[in-house]
């Protein structure tokens, strides 16, 4: 059964820096789009950052680029988010998300695995 399990969210203050980690059981890790959306309150869920995992191409969101990098560690079937520079309007739930094949990365509908997600909050 295919399963996604995040961590590393947390608490931190403007500026500072925090490693999210994405863990897929269930997959092959291959012929996958890996994806991190957000969600912070009232607001629609977002694309954040995906990575093919064929040929490991970044895709990012205008609003993290040279902020947040996306990487994929196959031997642990592990995709990471390295956030810096945080600021307060990062603020969500960050969920990860799995997609057979790239359909269009930022669109939540396009994915069909989904992780509970996890928070981050980032004070001003």
């Known amino acids: 059964e295919a399963q996604i399990v995040e961590s590393g969210g947390g608490l931190v203050q403007a500026g500072g820096s925090l490693r999210l980690s994405c863990t897929l059981s269930?997959?092959?890790?291959?012929?996958?789009?890996i994806a991190w959306f957000r969600q912070a309150p009232g607001k629609e869920r977002e694309g954040v950052s995906c990575?093919?995992?064929?040929?490991?191409?970044?895709y990012y969101a205008d609003f993290v680029k040279g902020r947040f990098t996306i990487s994929a560690d196959s031997a642990k079937k592990t995709v990471f988010l390295q956030m810096t520079n945080l600021k307060p309007e990062d603020t969500a739930v960050y969920f990860c998300?799995?997609?057979?094949?790239?359909?269009?990365?930022?669109?939540?509908?396009?994915?069909?695995?989904w992780g509970r997600g996890t928070q981050v909050t980032v004070s001003s």
């Open positions: 998300a799995a997609q057979d094949g790239l359909g269009p990365w930022d669109r939540p509908h396009e994915y069909t695995y």
């Open positions: 269930g997959f092959s890790f291959d012929d996958w789009a």
């Open positions: 990575i093919n995992l064929d040929d490991s191409y970044p």
